[in-house]
Every structure is written in C-alpha cells, then in structure tokens.
C-alpha cells in the first residue's frame, strides 16, 4: 500500500462514526449546557468582534481582539472555502455543503469554550507577550493528566502546522500558480516559503498585521465575485437549492454510492463534517492559540469574538463557494481522461461560467491569497505548540522545518495532501473536545456570571 493508501485508510479509520458524534455531539453538548448563549448572542458576538473596541490593544502585550480574529481567520480562511468545498461536494455531493453549516452551527459552542478557556489559562511568556492554548489549559486546569494531554495535542497541532499549513496551502498555490500562469511547482514553492519567512522575521506582531490587512480585503473581493456568479446563474438557484437540500438527506448517486443507500449517505455526512471542520476548525482548539494572544478583554467576551469566525468561514464564505459551483451546473464535469473535475479546477468552471477567462485567473488569485494567509495563521499556531514543547530558543528550527514542508509541499498529490490534512485534524480534535467536556462547568459558571454582568450594565 502506497502513502496515499495509508492516508486513506487512517482518514477514513480517525473520521468514522465516533469522531463524528463526539464532534457534533460535544457542540450540541455545550450548546445546551451553556443555555443556547452562543446562538443567541450572536448578534452581539459580530458587533463586538467588528466594532471600534475590538480594534484596540492595551499596549501591555499581545494584538488587538480583531488582530486576533484576524489571524485566526487567516488559518481558517484558506484552501478549505474554495479547493475544500469542490471536494467534499465531488466525493459527497451536494448536500455535503448542508453538514458543513451544521458542523458550524454546531461548531459555535465549541469554538466559544475553546477560546473561552485559553484566555483564562494563559500565561505570559519571557518577552511580555500572552501565549496561551488548549495545551496551557489543560496543563493547568487537568492536572497531571492534563499534562499528557497537553503535550499531545501541542504535538499533534505542530504537526497539523506542517500539513494543513504548510504542505496543504502550498499544495493549493502551485497547483492556481500552474495552471493558470504556467508556473513550475517548485518555483511556487520557493517563492511561498521566501514570503512566509519574510513575515515571520516580524514576529507575532508582523504576522498580525499582514493577516488584519489580508484578511478582510481577500473576502471581500471573493465574496463580491462569488455572488456574481451565483447571480449570473440566478435561474438555476432554485434547482441547485433543492439538489444540496434533498441530496443532505437522500445522496444520489453524486455522493459516490448507490442512490439512496446508507453508505452513500454516511459519506455525504463525514465529507461534510470533515471539511466543515478543516474549513472553520471548530474544535480543533488551534484558533484558541490565536484568541489568546489578544490583549486585555474578558475570556468570555473574547470568546464571542473567536466563536464569529465559523460565520465568517463557513456560513458565508464556504456557502458562497457551494451556491457557485451548484448553480452554475458545473459539478459531475468529467475531464479529458473521463475522471470528474475536482479541486480548483471546478470552481473554476463555474467562476468562468459569468467571468469567462478572468474567472479562472481570479480563482487562480484568490488560492494563492487564501492559502498564503493560512501558511501565515498556521505558522503562528504552530509556533506556539513548538515552543511549549521545547522552549522559545527551539523556534529557529521549527521555523526552518516548516519553510521546507512550503517549499516541498508544491509538489504533492491534492488527495494525498488533503487525507494527510484530515488526519491532522482528527488527531487534534480528540484531545481537545475532552478537555472541553472535562471543564464544561467552568465554561458554563464563567458564561453565566458575564451574562449576569452585561445585564446590571
């Protein structure tokens, strides 16, 4: 059995029915637990995370709230919104892109504990800064049980670092660089890790202000060109709603089985939840990283800020993603070899569907700012996992380490580097939705007592 083999066989092993019920079942879980809060403070979770508060740091260590959104957002948003969204919708059709919100819906609660939780644990580390994570929290929080874990999941997130940041997103900028500009792999490879290093020179602070700027501008611009393409298509609208709706419940044969059975529909479920995951990382615990790096600010209320990103991610940019590529009549492309079109490549045709040519060279830029913004977020996440496993004096060679996996990352097969990147979020995920059941409590006592104080104010 060759590598992609045993990535297949371990992705489908890791994201069976327990990781899938344990994922949505800890979401659920907390959301009633915490009283349905995450839902029904939305509203004041995307004022608070856009408003003019959230743009200013107390000077005393640490990024802005909205910095640190913004970097987690930058691992977030990336080749999961666009090359992610083509292939759960290929292997699971269409109504995967319907258990993508609802691992988001889900997800909220999850990600607010997370976050929730990671600032109340931090720490500062020798130079003033705040560092904080699952890992610190379950080091405190757990005991000495708390520790193995800990060191688990930093050592599973310095490897997801490596695959989902690293391998994965330079994976997706060679693959838009060559084919639509003909750049060889290696060049884009090179090019990607030079750029990455560049930025990590700056350190946390230069890697937060990249991502702010990024971030909401790429967006933005994609949004706007993915409603025109939705637009453009808009008699089809109706037809491709439907099709996502009836295929959640019922898969055709588009899911990769027979129509109607219970295995094409499990698959249409676990491509959904798997990539809902790898898309806004709701219970991964690695935008927690990000989220405690914000200064000043209430952990629950910093915790609302994190939580807004699954909306950002996936209620909206995922969603856009999906609209295109099924009202645009392009999903079941069969290519020159008679194999269906998959990846980019799809979202390509259906951007060329309203844009013609330009369409592909947008897509083909927007993969590139996508990705090179996770390459930017996950490094920072990493980061952080590698130096509570061996110190801040061992960065210089984490750092080395992960501008090789950009640098040779180019050159891999899409199924190869997204079975690896599932696997890396599996292994993440396990760890740390038990500490989240573990201190649920915490979350819950902490949740309610800032509830009780916005109401006196």
């Avoid at 639509?180 to 030079?194: E, M």
């Avoid at 819950?444 to 104080?453: I, M, Q």
Wanted: aromatic share 8%; charged share 10%.
């Amino acid at each position: 059995m060759d590598l992609t083999g045993w990535l297949r066989t371990a992705d489908r092993v890791l994201w069976g029915p327990g990781t899938l019920v344990l994922l949505l079942g800890t979401g659920l879980f907390l959301t009633v637990r915490l009283h349905f809060l995450p839902w029904r403070n939305l509203g004041y979770a995307l004022r608070s995370a856009l408003g003019r508060e959230a743009r200013r740091a107390d000077g005393k260590g640490g990024v802005s709230p909205f910095s640190a959104l913004m970097t987690s957002l930058a691992a977030t948003i990336g080749t999961g919104n666009i090359v992610g969204v083509a292939t759960a919708l290929v292997a699971g059709g269409p109504g995967a892109l319907v258990w993508m919100e609802i691992s988001a819906l889900t997800g909220l609660a999850a990600k607010y504990a997370e976050c929730m939780l990671a600032v109340k644990y931090r720490r500062r580390n020798g130079q003033g800064d705040w560092c904080g994570g699952p890992m610190y929290v379950m080091r405190e929080a757990l005991g000495p049980a708390g520790a193995v874990l800990g060191g688990l999941f930093a050592l599973f997130a310095v490897g997801a670092s490596f695959g989902i940041g690293g391998i994965t997103q330079s994976n997706s900028i060679a693959g838009a660089l060559g084919s639509v500009w003909g750049v060889p792999a290696w060049a884009a490879g090179l090019g990607a890790a030079a750029l990455a290093l560049a930025v990590m020179a700056g350190g946390v602070q230069g890697i937060s202000r990249v991502c702010t700027a990024l971030v909401p501008a790429m967006a933005l611009f994609y949004l706007a060109a993915g409603l025109a393409v939705v637009l453009g298509n808009l008699e089809n609208l109706p037809a491709g709603l439907w099709e996502i709706l009836s295929c959640a419940i019922s898969p055709r044969a588009a899911a990769g089985g027979a129509a109607g059975t219970a295995a094409a529909w499990a698959e249409t479920v676990r491509r959904g939840v798997s990539r809902g995951v790898f898309s806004n990382e709701a219970g991964l615990g690695s935008a927690a990283i990000s989220a405690a790096s914000a200064s000043g600010g209430d952990p629950v209320r910093q915790g609302y800020i994190s939580m807004t990103g699954n909306v950002i991610d996936t209620m909206v940019v995922c969603t856009v993603t999906g609209l295109a590529i099924c009202c645009s009549g392009v999903l079941g492309t069969a290519d020159t070899a008679g194999q269906a079109v998959d990846g980019a490549a799809l979202v390509i045709l259906a951007f060329r569907t309203v844009m013609g040519g330009a369409g592909g060279r947008f897509v083909a830029a927007a993969i590139v700012l996508f990705a090179f913004s996770s390459v930017l977020g996950w490094e920072f996440q990493g980061e952080a996992a590698f130096s509570y496993l061996f110190g801040a004096g061992a960065l210089p060679l984490y750092r080395g380490i992960f501008c090789l996996t950009v640098a040779l990352g180019a050159g891999g097969s899409l199924e190869a580097v997204f079975r690896l990147s599932d696997v890396c979020n599996a292994l993440m995920c396990l760890p740390n939705l038990a500490c989240l059941l573990l201190l649920s409590e915490t979350v819950a006592r902490e949740t309610l007592e800032f509830e009780k104080r916005r109401k006196r104010r």
